[in-house]
């Protein structure tokens, strides 16, 4: 009987298992604006063939704004592949002329609520689905908000409502479902825990 590698590794032994698929050949099959699709002809572990498709994505970063007064800063807006509104952090892709992740989060956190941050903290790297898509979220902690009187102005096809908000606030909006994408769900996540290092 073969043996898979989940029941090796519940016997506990240590062995090395290689999972590399070597890629044999790659198709463009659409270059837009935001992401790219590519079709791969891979060779599996076993020397047998696969077809993937990936979704390419320069990256992007997302912010959890908080308030002097302990309030996180949230954004409403239509996202047109859920076809409705939903309650998210504040977030956008990496630009070609960006130095780094932090650099486009300031940029992303004013264009969008019109605050900048007195300090910045690196939170995590992410890949929120590595089944197809290649895309790296880096989400930031940004404290001591202060609004811009003439913020950076924000994308043309972009239409946002800032909102302020309190954790009970924000777990309602949750709970009804218009908090729903992962990004901002970990933020709740991370909110909660938050509060509950200050008890």
């Known amino acids: ?41 891979v060779e599996l572990p076993n020397g047998k063939t696969a077809i ?3 979704i390419r994505h320069p990256g992007a970063v997302a912010i959890i704004p908080f308030t002097k007064d302990g309030e996180m800063i949230l954004v409403r807006q239509f996202r047109k592949p859920l076809d409705r509104t939903i309650v998210e952090i504040p ?9 780094d992740g932090l650099t486009a989060a300031k940029r992303e956190l004013e264009e969008e609520t019109h605050y900048q941050a007195e300090s910045w903290e690196e939170l995590v790297t ?26 950076l102005a ?8 800032v909102l302020t ?27 909660k825990n938050r509060l509950a290092e200050k008890e």
Do not use: N
């Open 126 to 151: 992410m890949y929120p689905t590595p089944a197809y898509l290649d895309e790296k979220f880096t989400i930031y902690v940004a404290e001591g908000l202060t609004e811009v009187a003439e913020p």
């Open 154 to 161: 924000g994308d043309d096809d972009e239409f946002v409502e």
């Open 1 to 41: 009987m073969v043996e898979t590698s989940a029941e090796r590794t519940r016997k506990g032994e240590m062995r090395v298992m290689e999972f590399e698929e070597k890629t044999l050949t790659t198709e463009v099959i659409f270059d837009g604006v935001l992401v790219h699709l590519e079709r791969e002809e």
């Open 52 to 54: 993937r498709e990936i």
């Open 165 to 191: 908000c309190t954790y009970e606030e924000a777990m309602a909006l949750q709970q009804s479902g218009e908090i729903c994408d992962a990004k901002t769900l970990y933020a709740m996540l991370y909110w």
């Open 91 to 99: 977030a956008g892709k990496l630009d070609a002329e960006d130095a």
